[in-house]
């Protein structure tokens, strides 16, 4: 069971609704200052009042920014950066899946820019901070859709042939593939990187889509378990003592788990970021 965090900075993306917002309310119950990352904003000041309704005072905070925009990746992290003397937890909650291929501004496929470059970039701007306030975590949400999944280099934007759910289920493999490599390139003793699986969750994923999967999520949702029970595991990682040491490790149920074999394979652990870094325009 997850332990106090009183007294702790923790910042939470796509914390509106769902697993964010239920893993938001958690960290406050544990004392943590928690700090939202919305995309809407009048969503996030509705989300900081059940916030500050378990926890009050002014140490929780919203923060605005559209992840699938990579300067407002780039403003959002300057911003906490600014605000937040210290950071010791990182969540890498917000996610999305297309049925039909979107392009950002950026001119990045949606779905790939909002699930795994966003965190991506964001982590690494907040980095120094997260190094600073040592001991901190990373933890990012990924799936196990990602089972599924195999990284195609040469077509990571899915540009040759485009399946909603096939890119959603690459992306999420990208998620543990970064966890795992930020894992490799940071001090445990300073940064700790781990990934999870929510549990399959009854939550507004889905519902941006018109069409067939859009119908398919609104009717299986009530044989889905609740939000409440998907944070669980990703509050587990947030405060438990236990996984202090433990970096690179993926959980389910707050239980670590091994990931697919192409998750584990540290070659494209390397080149995933090499990649990545160069579609962000991030150097170093």
Known sequence: ??????????????????????TAVGLARLGAAVSLVARDRAKGELALEKVRAVSGG??????VADLASLAQVRRVAGEIADALPRLEVLINNAGAVHMTRKVTEDG????????????????????????????SRVITVASEAHRSALLRFDDLQAQRDYSGLAVYAR???????????????VDREQVT?????????????????PG???WLVKLGRPFLA?????????????AAP???????RYFKNARETRPSRAALDPAAQRRLWEVSAAMVGLNG
């Open 108 to 135: 990045f496929e949606m779905t790939l820019a909002v699930n795994h470059l966003a965190p991506f970039l964001l982590t690494n701007l907040l980095l120094a901070r997260l190094r600073a306030s040592a001991p």
């Open 58 to 63: 002014p140490s929780h905070r919203l923060f």
């Open 1 to 22: 069971m997850a332990e106090g965090l009183t007294g702790r900075s923790v910042v939470v993306t796509g914390a509106t609704s769902g697993i964010g917002l239920e």
């Open 193 to 209: 990187s781990n990934s999870l699986h929510p549990g399959v969750i009854a939550t507004q994923f889905g519902q941006n889509d």
């Open 171 to 185: 992306s999420k493999l990208a998620n543990i593939l970064f966890a795992n490599e930020l894992a490799r390139q």
């Open 212 to 214: 067939w999967f859009h």
């Open 226 to 238: 609740r939000p409440e029970r998907g944070a669980r595991t990703t509050l587990y990682l947030a």
């Open 242 to 248: 236990e996984v202090d040491s433990l970096t690179g």
